[in-house]
């Protein structure tokens, strides 16, 4: 059984910044991969950013240059720090891990970012 609780969302102005954490607990002690999704109202849920064990991060397009995905694995724990917040940022943000040997994952309960002045 595994928990991924995310915490540092809030309000937030227009070139302003925020950051993220998500910390794991439970049965599993280490990840495979860990990433940040973000889902706004009327769209899909997206990948924002991911930090693999075994390859390198990756990012959407529309956060390149202004994001960046940490991780600390003694900690179990990953980090997403959002610099030049946009208003279109605003949404969502869920943690999501994968175990070892697994396709699946976990996610979060989710925190909001509201980019607004």
């Known amino acids: 059984q595994v928990q991924l609780v995310e915490s540092g969302g809030g309000l937030v102005q227009p070139g302003g910044s925020l950051r993220l954490s998500c910390a794991a607990s439970g049965s599993i002690r280490s990840f495979r991969a860990m990433g940040w999704y973000r889902q706004a109202p009327g769209k899909e849920r997206e990948l924002v950013a991911g930090?693999?064990?075994?390859?390198?991060?990756n990012y959407a397009d529309s956060v390149k240059g202004r994001f960046t995905i940490s991780r600390d694995n003694t900690k179990n724990t990953v980090y997403l720090q959002m610099n030049s917040l946009k208003p279109e940022d605003s949404a969502v943000y869920y943690c999501?891990?994968?175990?070892?040997?697994?396709?699946?994952?976990?996610w979060g309960q989710g925190t909001q970012v509201t980019v607004s002045s």
């Open positions: 930090i693999p064990s075994d390859a390198d991060t």
């Open positions: 999501h891990a994968v175990a070892w040997g697994s396709s699946g994952g976990y």
